[in-house]
């Protein structure tokens, strides 16, 4: 990058002030717009013949302002914008009377799906077989849950496990967390899709792992990025990645789990959508796994009910034994009563319901995609043919998605911006959408609001 940029050398304003203003002055006029990269410190200093010292404090001021963000091992960024607006995060989402919007930023189903007569009746199977044991705390006959996954469930995927090497946990976040303590320490290096799953990237950066995002529209050249950085493991959503959409082809989930072996590092599969979305012949990673490299965490509170907080991990043999410690010290042992009513609930119920939920998800988003092409909103659509529960929507660089959120949240429209998701600095800008929980009538108005949102500030000149 060119630096036009003149500094006055005999000037009583300090070099370093001239400097300052010289780079805002850019920022402001759109020279440099948002999130594009700044000329390094060293090319400052050569282009413009000043010491360190004054390229520094320049950016220190700037930075101190809210002009740019220092990324380390990276550089200089812009963070201003005329469209930016304040960081979103989740949590004020979630916080958000969503009865009082209609809501394209949950992934949750509708109260009206939930199985909750099917779910009440195998309560009563649980306890009128078991009696009072499934309200221990451990487990004192044969687990049902685990010999039904084992025997029937796992078996639908093409996934052969072995008992002792599938552990029960209580959702996809313990699963992640307690197979990432299991196989990493501190300094490991771990690959993440970017963007990917917040809550993952919060479990490796407390754990003090060295995160490595691996761009989306990258994925092919994978390779080249293991023999670089040498990783430990990799954490990848196969099936309607989130937030992106996309899905990956069993001939890619083949060469993951042959280029684990090679280079040996391991996979951490989180597959949270595979009952709806599975098409014959692609299946979990996990089901390709040949070297047992491969941690297949699989949880069901997204197509049931969220507050069962019910999964399971299979585990490669090597790590059984730590997966199952790290359970056991997080909390002895989810639910045994829960884990029976599942079990039930999986023998007697689950196909059914699930054959439900595909034709509730496939009209939805029949409805979804052919509003999205009325209203011209196409073009913007990460992933072209979703076959998931969301899609992302591309920004132009200079429009924050925080704003587009706060904007949308005017019209009483909520969607989830990027913030709400792991992403790297100068990357792709987006907002999620998701039609699962939304009538057909709120889904008509919250895009055509999502098109008028994107038109007018499309035609103030925000491309």
């Known amino acids: 990058m060119s630096v036009s940029i003149q500094l006055d050398k005999k000037s009583k304003k300090p070099l370093y002030v001239q400097l300052y203003e010289a780079l805002k002055e850019k920022i402001l006029s759109g020279e440099y717009s948002y999130m594009q990269k700044l000329p390094s410190v060293r090319h400052l200093c050569k282009a413009l013949n000043v010491n360190l010292s004054t390229v520094t404090k320049a950016l220190n001021q700037l930075q101190l302002e809210g002009y740019i963000k220092a990324v380390a091992g990276s550089g200089y960024y812009v963070v201003y914008n005329e469209y930016q607006d304040k960081v979103i995060f989740e949590e004020e989402i979630l916080s958000t009377p969503s009865s009082e919007f209609i809501n394209l930023s949950s992934s949750k189903l509708p109260y009206s799906l939930y199985p909750i007569e099917q779910f009440k009746s195998s309560i009563n199977n649980a306890i009128e077989s078991f009696g009072p044991q499934i309200f221990d705390y451990i487990e004192p006959f044969k687990n049902p849950l685990k010999e039904y996954l084992v025997e029937n469930y796992l078996e639908k995927f093409k996934i052969y496990a072995d008992p002792l090497n599938v552990i029960i946990v209580s959702g996809a976040q313990q699963g ?5 303590k299991s196989l990493l320490k501190p300094g490991d290096t771990i690959f993440i899709e970017n963007p990917s799953y917040l809550g993952a990237y919060h479990i490796f950066s407390n754990m003090h792992l060295n995160v490595i995002g691996i761009d989306i529209d990258q994925m092919e050249q994978i390779e080249d990025y293991v023999k670089k950085f040498s990783p430990k493991a990799f954490y990848i959503i196969p099936f309607s990645q989130n937030p992106t959409g996309i899905s990956y082809t069993e001939e890619y989930k083949r060469y993951l789990c042959d280029i684990a072996e090679k280079y040996n590092f391991y996979l951490i599969e989180d597959d949270f959508l595979s009952d709806v979305v599975v098409e014959e012949g692609n299946f979990p990673i ?6 047992d490299r491969v941690f297949y965490i699989k949880s069901f509170s997204t ?3 969220p507050a069962l907080r019910i999964g399971f991990v299979v585990s490669p043999a090597e790590f059984a034994d730590e997966v199952a410690y790290y359970k056991s010290t997080a909390d002895i042992s989810t639910s045994l009563f829960i884990q029976v009513c599942f079990a039930d609930f999986l023998k007697n119920h689950f196909d059914l319901y699930i054959q439900k939920l595909k034709s509730y998800i496939q009209e ?6 052919d509003l999205i092409e009325k209203y011209g909103l196409a073009s913007r659509l990460f992933t072209k043919s979703p076959k998931g529960i969301f899609v992302s929507f591309l920004l ?3 429009i924050s998605s925080a704003y587009i959120y706060n904007k949308l949240k005017a019209e009483k429209v909520l969607v989830q911006p990027h913030t709400c998701f792991y992403h790297k600095p100068n990357s792709i800008n987006f907002f999620r959408v998701s039609f699962l929980n939304c009538s057909d009538v709120g889904l008509q108005i ?11 500030i499309l035609q103030k000149g925000g491309e």
């Open 303 to 305: 197509l049931t009910m």
């Open 396 to 398: 132009p660089p200079k």
């Open 364 to 369: 939805k988003r029949k409805l979804f995609l």
């Open 176 to 180: 992640i967390e307690i197979t990432t």
């Open 286 to 291: 996990k089901a390709y796994d040949r070297h």
């Open 446 to 456: 919250g895009i055509e609001k999502i098109r008028d949102a994107l038109k007018s």
